[in-house]
């Protein structure tokens, strides 16, 4: 066997060596190591021509000139860490510069260096000489060793950018989901208990909304900042999805007590610094946030129902605002599969056509129907009738309200224009529609209105919003905006359940409404109640100041007429007089 | 001699854990801080009591059990050795080396070696039918690095079954390594004496110690062609061992020197080497007269210091198995060349010492020495 077939069976080796791994730092480590092992080296180190960080390889350039110490193969030479060695980067960029190719040192250890194509400078260290004929066999492998460096960089970088959140740079859901499987097989068969919290940022939509999403972007990455930095060894932070975190703690400990005492402990770091204000350019901003914690390994409980149960725990949390971070439990998921299955049959009853529209006569004192006030009725398929004070809040938490408040008014328009052409009382002045403060100050409220009246083609006047008082002070300038346009055009307005909210006479003066209605609970047994007697003379009082008509509500008993009555009310609702009917009733008792 | 080993050292031919007992009771006694335990017997069940008396331990305790032992420079057979050191000995255990993943940590610096690195001295032994003993010194190099002085070997038991061999204070465990940091210099020399027969070949075909083809035909019938015609045909596994005894593979590096490689079986035309062969290797088949052999020891022996007092022997089974009598020839040679020191050391399933690159190397055939300055 002659020498040159050693030199080809070497570089044959080398060259297998470089496609044996799938990373970078695999791939260097791996040919560095037959490079020590073949060569009987001493030991053997790369530097590269590093971008912006260690993840990525610097285009191929000419010259050599941001060489970083990559890797030796050993770590350390006579106790300290070659990455350390100042005297070895300096003679590599002295042979890159000026492309001496060997260095004797003190006690003969032997230097070669051999250029990695535009990449970087290998450096085998020798304690005796390498034949000049086995140094040639290297630089034909160094060039596929430098397009395999480049090929597993940008395959590193894919790999980063398939694993790593693009703005924040934290982990993504599809790491987080692949690290969390892990972790769960890992605690089932230890003792240990996991944590899984999730972090939903407070406010944050209306700083995105409004400022715009160049801040909303900075926040995010600050907040990705401020996380790392309560992250624990061995931790995990993912971006789960817009203002969305998730911190995986992989082990909190062995008991639930204690598992829980540490998970507290991560959730107040989490706050204390996601609460502290972000100042982005001139301005500040703060954003709260709320957790909810799951803790594992839970029989039979897998990724996705982990992070579903931290998520409804943070939902719990984020509802009631005295418990920041909520530990999940399984009462939370039966109440929210409640709520899902009650938003489905409540979506579903629109087009199923489950709703319909009561309407419930306003008399004067003279026993006249001055106005009917459209209620909502929903009979529940295997339920039967619900009541709208259980299905309205949770149409709000959705847009849903928006689409039951367009079937309504729809609806009032259109029987309204029917009695309207069949010919209605003098005395008749109007249908009464409630609509809801979210409805009121929705983008477009008002145009949708005006469009739909128009449509209907009846006097604006036939028609009166009545509007929560509580749900009024919420945006107010807004509401005053909304109800001065429809009052301009004649549709009458009301404020309702008046006297339960936290009226201020300076916006009811500003409101340009036309009648206020006095909450049932003040007329409940009035005519025995003192209390209430003294409040509903007020509310008359209030009325006649300010040229409103005041409405009484919820009478049942003709003890309560005639005290409301005697107090000088003249318009009256109640089941006293009429239950809510259908149109075809009210259309009876109208014409 | 600067100490009286006396008080420190426990032999005895009883290897039951009770002899284990007394062995650390005496040495303990004796103010020793840890205790080098080597042991020798051909079956493991002998020792299958030392878990309790190991964890029982006070004192950090290590070592290996191992075919045969030296002490004083003469063959011990079925013996218990406890060598009771006056510091203690920090160590580190690696367990199911052969199920961790190699080169992985080349990478990163690595927490698994953190106690200890900042030695410069290290003892190693490992299981040396673990089938990544290799691996595991190599990933010792990469993390306690160059400039170091590593001498250690391969216990275990001449039927060549992997069993619990590493004595630990976690207790006898199989498929595995420690790592021991030794407070004094280590003095290192290392011999084999043999001497190339015919080659080069090229291994082309290998996968760890697994040699497929030589020169591209397959091992076994390669190997046949190249040994004299007069030596007995490898056919059986025995035989091969027996065969490799007198004709050995010698792998060489790019600065010419030559590891030997023993052939311990044959699996169809595969030949099993106790080692590994890089694929491409360049690879000669050895030969050697006994007294060349011992001859080499003195050579190799090199400076020696006044002050050393211990001297510990890393001598291969298969070496012994050569050399026959001509073992006691070589301990004899090595005895005289030392006279100040302390002679105790092993027969192990291969050596492991720092080589002439500087780093640590897995060899068969071989006598590997530390001589140290134990005060």
Sequence with gaps: ?591 | MTINFKPFVYIDEDISSESLERGLARVKSAGSLSALILCATDKAENCNNYDAVLRGSKIPVFGGVFPQLLYDGKRLKESLLVLGLPTKIDYITFKNISKSSRYNAATTESNAFSAIQNNKNFFLIVDGLSPANEAFIDETYQHLGSGNNYIGGGAGYTNFVQQPCIITNEGLLADTALVAASPWDLNLSTCHGWEILSGPYLATDTENGRIKTINYQPALHAYKQAIPQSTDIPSTVDDVFTTSTSYPFGVQGINDEIIVRDALSIEGDDIICAGEILPNSKIYILHGSKEKIVADVRCSLGKKNESENLALIFHCISRDVFLGDGTEQELKLIKSELPNCLLLGVFSIGEIVTGESGAINWLNKSVSIARLAVN
Excluded at chain 1, 51 to 68: A, K, M, R, V
Excluded at chain 1, 346 to 365: C, G, M, T
Excluded at chain 1, 452 to 461: N, R, W, Y
Excluded at chain 1, 556 to 568: A, R, W
């Design chain 1, 1 to 591: 066997m002659n020498s040159a077939l050693e030199i080809i069976s070497l570089q044959h080796e080398l060259a297998m060596a470089i496609n044996n791994e799938l990373n970078l730092n695999a791939t260097v480590a791996n040919f560095m190591h037959v490079c020590l092992k073949r060569f009987r080296l001493r030991g053997v180190h790369t530097f590269l021509n590093l971008g912006e960080s260690s993840l990525t390889l610097s285009e191929p350039e000419d010259t050599l000139t941001n060489l970083e110490h990559y890797l030796s193969i050993p770590i350390r030479d006579n106790g300290k860490q070659w990455s350390t060695e100042k005297g070895l980067k300096e003679r590599v960029l002295n042979f890159a510069s000026t492309d001496n190719r060997e260095y004797l040192i003190a006690d003969n250890r032997h230097f070669y260096f051999f250029s990695i194509p535009q990449r970087g400078v290998l450096v085998f260290e020798s304690e005796c000489i390498i034949p000049a004929m086995v140094r040639l066999a290297l630089p034909p492998v160094l060039a596929k060793f430098s397009s395999a460096c480049a090929g597993r960089a940008a395959e590193k970088e894919v790999f980063h950018q398939a694993n790593h959140d693009a703005l924040t740079q934290l982990s993504n859901r599809h790491k987080l989901n692949h690290i969390l499987a892990e972790v769960l097989v890992q605690r089932k068969k230890d003792t240990q208990i996991g944590a899984i919290l999730f972090i939903d940022l407070n406010q944050f939509k209306s700083i995105n909304d409004l400022i715009g999403h160049d801040v909303g972007d900075q926040i995010l990455k600050s907040v990705g900042k401020r996380l790392v930095r309560v992250m624990k060894a061995d931790d995990l932070i993912a971006r789960f999805g817009g203002d969305e975190f998730i911190y995986l703690a992989k082990s909190v400990g062995k008991s639930e007590d204690e598992a829980d005492q540490k998970v507290k402990n991560i959730a107040s770091s989490i706050m204390s610094e996601l609460t502290q204000v972000y100042c982005i350019g001139e301005s500040c901003y703060s954003v709260g946030c709320s957790i909810g914690y799951e803790l594992f390994p839970r029989a039979n409980c897998n990724v996705v129902e982990l992070i579903r149960n931290a998520d409804v725990a943070m939902y719990e949390a984020k509802r009631d605002k005295s418990r920041p971070c909520v530990k999940y439990s399984e009462d939370m998921s039966k109440k929210l599969l409640e709520k899902t299955n009650y938003t489905r049959d409540l979506k579903a009853a629109i087009s199923n056509n489950e709703f319909d529209l009561h309407y419930q006569p306003v008399v004067d004192k003279h026993g006249n129907i001055v106005a009917a006030e459209a209620l909502l009725r929903w009979t529940r398929e295997h339920y039967g009738p619900v009541s709208p004070a259980e299905y309205i809040p949770i149409a709000e938490e959705s847009d849903l309200i928006y689409q039951i408040s367009d079937w309504v008014l729809e609806r009032v328009f259109r029987d309204a224009k029917i009695l309207y052409e069949k010919g209605i009382p003098s005395y008749f002045r109007h249908f009464a529609v409630n609509i809801s403060g979210r409805e009121l100050n929705r983008d477009g409220f008002v145009k949708k209105f005006i469009k739909l009246l128009k449509h209907s083609d009846i006097p604006p006047s036939l028609v009166s919003i009545e509007i929560t008082e509580n749900t009024l002070i919420n945006n107010i300038e807004h509401a005053i905006e909304a109800i001065s346009v429809l009052s301009k055009m004649g549709v009458h307005t009301a404020i309702d359940d008046f006297g339960t909210g936290y009226s201020s006479l300076t916006y009811l003066k500003k409101l340009p409404v036309s009648s206020v209605k006095l909450d049932r609970t003040f007329v409940s047994d009035i005519h025995s109640d003192p209390d209430n007697q003294s409040i509903a003379r007020m509310v008359l009082a209030l009325g006649d100041n300010f040229g409103l008509q005041v409405v009484s509500e919820g009478i049942e008993k003709e003890q309560e007429l005639n005290c409301l009555i005697g107090l000088g009310f003249d318009q009256f609702q109640g089941f006293y007089f009429h239950r809510p009917a259908p149109i075809s009733a009210l259309t009876e008792l109208l014409t």
